[in-house]
């Protein structure tokens, strides 16, 4: 059997008032930090949550902003891509009637050149056939 003696209550007296000096001491103060530090941790991470969340957010908004852009860009693109082809048309108009103003010109010019011609061939003609008419007539005078 187990002899229970005075040193056991003194052991018991020593171990009792030990843990109760390291639970101030010791104990009490570590758990008081861990429970900080997890704290601390759990803050962290629900800052960091709510950064990430910001930053999706941030990340959404610019690529709608960046969407819209090009989008815009691609409307001023093709605004500016058939205004040219307007432009262009309207160019080639204009060319097309002042090229067909100058045929027109150059052929009423022609028609003046000939008729012009014309008349003074009309005239030496006249001078030819009358010459001719004369030595085909002095021809047969002097035969």
Do not use: C, W
Request: aromatic share 8%.
């Amino acid at each position: 059997m187990i002899d229970l003696d005075y040193t056991f209550f003194i052991q018991l007296i020593i171990f009792l008032s030990l843990f109760v000096l390291l639970k101030f001491i010791l104990f009490d103060p570590y758990l008081k930090n861990l429970k900080k530090r997890e704290e601390v941790l759990i803050g962290y991470k629900k800052e960091a949550e709510e950064l990430r969340q910001k930053v999706d957010e941030l990340s959404r908004q610019f690529d709608e902003k960046i969407k819209a852009i090009r989008e815009e860009a691609r409307k001023d693109y093709e605004n500016i891509k058939n205004e040219g082809n307007l432009e262009r048309e309207k160019i080639l108009s204009d060319a097309r009637q002042k090229m067909g103003e100058i045929i027109e010109k150059g052929r009423e010019d022609l028609r003046r050149e000939r008729d012009t011609v014309l008349q003074n061939a009309s005239k030496h003609i006249d001078e030819i056939s009358s010459q001719i008419s004369e030595r085909i007539l002095k021809g047969r005078k002097g035969n």
